[in-house]
């Protein structure tokens, strides 16, 4: 695997900044209902089933913070977590789409208020669009991209479920959705790897947050 694009420094920095005590601050299922912003927020989207709530548990080191779930689509409202009152960071986990199943009402409603969210929260610093190692991009990923990318809203791709692939498949994967964003204007170069079973690139996302909450200071 490549090395790190992150430093020692930023790593331990990303350490100290997911320490601590992260809790569920609000959870919201229309707009008029989202929490007072605090800090920079970054969110998670991706297809259902993709492993975001698994990533947040742990990014968080918490073992349930998220609920995780073996039915696909089970998570419906844009919820919000940080780390004390202070906490210069909130995690977004976002509704999972491209859920086939779901009723068409209700991906209106979804779809209406993720739109609504990313074009206008000042706050956010950036989308983690999660897409399984094992499958890469999909055509229902394409459209999240050309939201944020309209939007203007920076976005990264964060590989999930990494101990699934053989590491050769995974640095295939890494090139092959690197070249399919390299033309796209708000998405971040750099794609991480991670494993929420192992632990891969879990201490580089976090480098990743703490280079954006230093950033933006
Ligand atoms: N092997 C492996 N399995 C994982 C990993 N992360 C998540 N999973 C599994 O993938 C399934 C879905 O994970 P979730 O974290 O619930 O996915 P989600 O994206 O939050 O799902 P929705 O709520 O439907 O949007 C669960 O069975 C997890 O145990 C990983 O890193 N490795």
């Not at 210069?88 to 859920?99: A, H, Q, S």
């Amino acid at each position: 695997m490549a090395s790190s694009p992150y430093t020692t420094r930023e790593i331990e920095n990303g350490r100290l900044l997911f320490k601590g005590d992260w809790d569920f601050r609000a959870a919201a299922d229309e707009i008029g209902r989202l929490p007072r912003p605090q800090g920079i927020e970054i969110a998670l989207a991706g297809r259902s089933n993709v492993g975001k709530s698994s990533l947040i548990n742990a990014l968080t080191t918490r073992k349930a913070l998220a609920r995780t779930s073996h039915t696909p689509g089970r998570t419906q409202e844009l919820i919000f977590f940080n780390n004390g009152e202070k906490s210069p960071v909130t995690i977004v986990d976002m509704p999972g789409y491209g859920y086939a199943e779901a009723p068409k009402k209700k991906v209106e409603a979804w779809t209406g208020l993720i739109h609504d969210f990313l074009r206008g929260r000042a706050n956010l610093a950036r989308v983690y669009v999660l897409i399984d190692s094992r499958h890469g991009l999909k055509p229902v990923d394409t459209p999240v991209f050309d939201t944020l990318d309209k939007a203007a809203v920076s976005y990264a791709i964060v590989l999930t479920k990494a101990d699934q692939v053989k590491p050769a498949e995974l640095e295939q994967r890494m090139e092959e959705t690197a070249a399919a964003l390299a033309k796209r204007p708000a998405a971040f170069p750099i794609i991480l790897a991670t494993s929420s079973r192992d632990g891969t690139g879990i201490p580089e996302l976090r480098a990743a947050v703490s280079r954006l909450v230093s950033e933006r200071k």
